[in-house]
């Protein structure tokens, strides 16, 4: 198993920047996939960004040029670096990883961004 905490949400004016950040209790070495995904209410989740254990990256569509995934291997986290923020990034951002073949969820955060 693999335990993901995450931190760093909160509300912000559209066009400011927030850094999610996601720990977890395994190395991120031994994780396959490990990234952020978030959800709107009525909506299904969608994939903001993540990287593979290759280093290889994916970003939405509709975040790119604004959003950074970074990883600190020694603390065995993963950041999630957001800029130019707009009111249609508000929503619960949740922290992935693919490990051992099984998918794990943080808790989620709230991400809010005002006009």
């Known amino acids: 198993q693999v335990q993901l905490v995450e931190s760093g949400g909160g509300l912000v004016q559209a066009g400011g920047s927030l850094r999610l950040s996601c720990a977890a209790s395994k190395s991120i070495f031994s994780i396959n996939v490990m990234g952020w995904y978030r959800q709107t209410p009525g909506k299904q989740r969608e994939l903001v960004a993540d990287i593979t254990s290759g280093g290889v990256t994916h970003y939405a569509d509709s975040v790119k040029g604004r959003v950074t995934l970074s990883i600190d291997i020694a603390k065995n986290t993963v950041y999630l670096q957001m800029n130019s923020l707009k009111p249609e990034d508000t929503a619960v951002y949740y922290c992935?990883?693919?490990?051992?073949?099984?998918?794990?969820w943080g808790q989620g955060t709230q991400v809010t961004v005002s006009s």
């Open positions: 992935h990883a693919v490990y051992g073949g099984l998918e794990y």
